[in-house]
């Protein structure tokens, strides 16, 4: 297998061209098995890493995201070789039975984003994340809380990079422009299902990537196993 790098969007920062995701880490992927997966991604040169602080699902949100920091823990220049990203948008407690709204809601409130990141710091091991995405959009929240939040934590030096995670064409654009209108750095990034079964993306997403001089992260690229025959 052949690893080659590139520039994530505009920016100049240099990812893999191939992506680890870590969304069954902990409950369809046993600890050690996890492990062993990082370990050789990072043998083949692969430094670039995504989770979320949802991902752990049937153990309890978050537990990706420890298998990760535990991961980084051992040293060895792991974190440091590593571009490591996550997101922010979906409930993220453990307790699966907690109500309360601003942990169990889904959202981009400036309250979230910065409780989120600094449990992402705790889980993941590390005071800094690459890469920050918000999993969705949050069509009731005021992009500029949104975007302040971010930008409060960006000049803290807890994240490097935003982007976005399903996000439409227009919502690409608009966080863009909000971003852009406040002398913000926009996003440097949009992860997007996309495959040969969903080429959806095709008719606004990629345009609004290539316009805005964004990075494009697919996922799901053989469609959950069905085009690979699962």
């Known amino acids: 297998m052949s690893v ?3 520039r994530l969007g505009k920016s100049g920062v240099q990812v893999s061209n191939l992506c ?16 062993a997966i990082m370990d050789r991604a990072l043998e083949l040169g692969i430094n670039f890493f995504d989770t979320a602080d949802v991902y752990g699902w049937e153990k309890y949100h978050g537990y990706t995201e420890e298998i990760l920091g535990n991961w980084f823990a051992q040293g060895g ?7 490591l990203a996550t997101k922010v948008y979906n409930p993220a407690n453990r307790d699966k ?43 009731d929240c ?3 809380e949104a975007w302040e939040a971010l930008d ?4 803290r030096g ?20 909000e971003a852009m209108q406040r002398g913000m750095h926009p996003l440097v990034s949009e992860q997007s299902v996309y495959n ?16 805005y001089g964004m990075g494009l992260i697919p996922y799901s690229p053989v469609d959950g196993g069905m085009l690979a025959g699962a």
């Not at 220049?77 to 571009?83: E, S, W």
């Not at 005071?127 to 920050?132: G, M, N, P």
């Not at 807890?158 to 422009?177: E, P, R």
Request: glycine fraction near 6%; aromatic fraction near 8%; charge should be positive.
């Open 20 to 35: 680890l995701g870590t969304m069954n880490f902990g409950w369809h992927t046993s600890v050690e098995d996890s492990f």
């Open 152 to 155: 409060s934590l960006k000049s």
């Open 4 to 6: 080659k790098y590139r």
């Open 196 to 211: 040969l079964n969903n080429r959806t993306i095709e008719l606004e997403v990629i345009p609004a990537c290539t316009g």
């Open 77 to 83: 220049g792991r974190r440091d070789n590593v571009i």
């Open 97 to 139: 039975a907690d109500r309360e709204p601003n942990r169990s809601g889904r959202n981009l409130s400036a309250l979230k984003i910065h409780r989120h990141l600094e449990a992402s710091l705790r889980r993941l091991q590390t005071d800094v994340i690459d890469l920050y995405q918000m999993h969705h959009v949050d069509r």
């Open 142 to 144: 005021p992009w500029s």
């Open 158 to 177: 807890k994240v490097i990079y935003v982007g976005s995670s399903n996000f439409a064409g227009w919502h690409i654009a608009t966080a863009n422009q």
